[in-house]
């Protein structure tokens, strides 16, 4: 089956860092992105990664090991706006976004 | 508008009623994916359209969900004899390419609730 595992809550202060993890296990890999979603809203787009590696975009950046099923998303100098879930998603090898249950971050003042 | 929009925003069904749900993709965007998401979980893809063309509907939970694009812009999701395992919220995306293999960004709209009493 395919699974993908992230943390269901997550609580940061403001202004810290923090990691948000996942791990995927699909019939093949094509990306995996990562989408910000605040309550009620619709997921928006913050990044896609395809090669083992970090990308850094702003105050987000996300990693990805292949080898090992995993990716991070780190988010610095975290401001309370910040406060949604994060979802990850992995484009397997039919092209569909499988995708996690997302993980809720809370920033406290 | 430049986004996504869906409508209803909110539905209420009772068990048994049909209903449909619209989308109105970004123009021009040429793929068309529909998703169920119940509260506290990720999406689950239901179906992905290319133009008009339904390529894939291997997501759809059973023959009483069906959708269409006739016109490769406007889908609508139609639900008939709705079961209380229906409720969630459903949301369109849509990405300006059709190469489903590509990394294409996908634009989500604000979803549909779909309450069945």
């Known amino acids: 089956g395919q699974n993908i595992d992230q943390p269901t809550e997550m609580t940061a202060t403001e202004g810290a860092i923090v990691q948000i993890n996942c791990t995927y296990q699909?019939?093949?890999?094509?990306?995996l992105f990562w989408y910000q979603q605040h309550a009620g809203e619709a997921p928006t787009f913050l990044s896609y990664?395809?090669l083992d590696g970090l990308e850094e975009k702003g105050r987000f950046s996300s990693f990805l090991s292949r080898s090992k099923g995993y990716s991070y998303l780190l988010l610095k100098e975290l401001q309370m706006k910040d406060s949604a879930s994060y979802l990850c998603?992995?484009?397997?090898?039919?092209?569909?976004?499988?995708w996690g249950a997302g993980t809720k971050l809370i920033i406290k003042p | 508008g430049a986004g996504v929009s869906q409508s209803p925003r909110y539905k209420v069904a009772k068990r048994g009623q049909d209903v449909a749900l619209r989308c109105d993709p970004i123009?021009?965007?040429?793929?068309l994916f529909w998703y169920q998401q119940a509260l506290g979980q990720g999406p689950e893809f239901l179906t992905y359209?290319?133009?008009?063309?339904?390529?894939?509907k291997s997501g759809l939970p059973s023959d009483r969900f069906f959708a269409e694009r006739p016109e490769g812009s406007v889908s609508t999701l139609k639900i008939q004899r709705t079961q209380q395992e229906d409720s969630a919220v459903y949301l369109c995306?849509?990405?300006?390419?059709?190469?489903?293999?590509?990394?294409?960004?996908?634009?989500f709209g604000p979803g549909t609730r779909l309450t069945v009493l």
């Open positions: 990664n395809v």
């Open positions: 699909t019939s093949g890999f094509n990306g």
């Open positions: 123009s021009g965007h040429v793929s």
């Open positions: 998603a992995v484009l397997d090898s039919n092209y569909q976004l499988i």
């Open positions: 359209f290319q133009n008009e063309a339904q390529l894939d």
């Open positions: 995306a849509s990405s300006l390419e059709g190469d489903r293999g590509a990394p294409n960004e996908q634009f």
